[in-house]
């Protein structure tokens, strides 16, 4: 059985849940993991979190940025910089958000810097949206 | 001898005192149980970073220059937490003597020591004391964000890998219960071994040494070390202010109490001579209406 906490620096989102699968938004991409997933370690990148619970045949989904997904063989744990569940997120200020990110984006003389920033905005608005849908 | 005008007014004025007192209290004690839940909160989460910073160490042998001691560092940056409002006991003052204290022993031993205060109490303090600080920050208790430690914890990573400090201190308010906190000096940086070896200690007698051995990373190892110890760095920074606005909160409120107690007492006493010069000024006037009767009678 697989155990899955995910934490952030402001709660505990989740305690040991036992879950049948899980897919992380991972450094190269979705990662799905399944009960019995070798030992890794990675980190993650802004996107949306889905695990399912045991027993349960639907998927539950939270939206988080960067962040560090361990698994061995005691289960999968997440450490994300935040998590918000759909009731969470306001999907009106982030369709907001990304609209403002992605118009400041067009400013030719950006810094190198800004542009990560406001990139990173833009796939955190996306994300959120994404969940909110 | 005060008229009895005077005590009634200086009674009234207590009173208000008093009610302002036991109302900072209450507020005090509502923000104390936000922040208390704000540390267990994070706890989880800081032991988690450092079992995996144990993990990877353990295994791979990685070395980082924050993982480094350094046996006699020469120059080191000093962060020194205080809130920006008064009324909360010795907290401050506390937290600044030690700090003061810790400059002038160190003074000889470091070629160069930097200060980096937060809260305004430090500032002012330091400023009297004509010790220029390289940076200051206000409005922790506001909202003690985890972006806005990472913010700070971003400025000392940055100076520390430049070169320009070889150690990072952190003086703060440990939170110990609602009524007592201790001053406590933390190296941050850098990042000390022993706790790590704690964790990774913890974690071996939990599940055995055998699994992480042949454990997969993405993307390698170092790079993932690297952001994890930053991060640890961030998360310890938040940690320490989170502790310090507990600590505060609890100061205050036990300073408030004390207050209000003695507010309390004052009025008491207050009271009682209002009510001895009350009844004397009544005796008085009785016993000049009564021997003016006697008078006329004879």
Redesign the interface.
Known sequence: MLMFSLVTPEKKVITDMEVEELLVPAYKGQLNILPGHAPLMTTLSVGVLCYREKGSSTWESVAISWGYCEVSPKGVVVLAETAETKEEIDKDRAIEALKKAQKALMDPDLEPDQIKKFQRKIERAQARIDLAQ | MASLKDIRSRISSVKNTQQITRAMKMVSAAKLRRAQH?IV??R??AN??LS?IG??AATQRVSHPLLEPIESPKSVLVLVVTSDRGLCGGFNANINKFAYDFYRQNQGKYSKMDFLLVGKKAIEFFKKRQVEPVDTMLNLAKDVS?PLAAKVADRCMTAFSQGDYEAVYLIYNQFKSAISQEVICERLLPISLEATNFADEEKKSK?GPA??K??????K?E??IE??LNKHFA?QV?RCMSESVAAEHGARMSAMENATKNAGEMIDGLTLTYNKLRQASITTELIEITSGAEALKA
């Not at chain 2, 042949?214 to 993307?219: H, M, S």
């Open positions: 704000n909160n994070l989880p989460y988690r970073i995996l993990d990877i985890y599940e699994f992480s042949d454990l997969i990373f993405e993307p190892p790079e993932i952001e994890l998360v938040y």
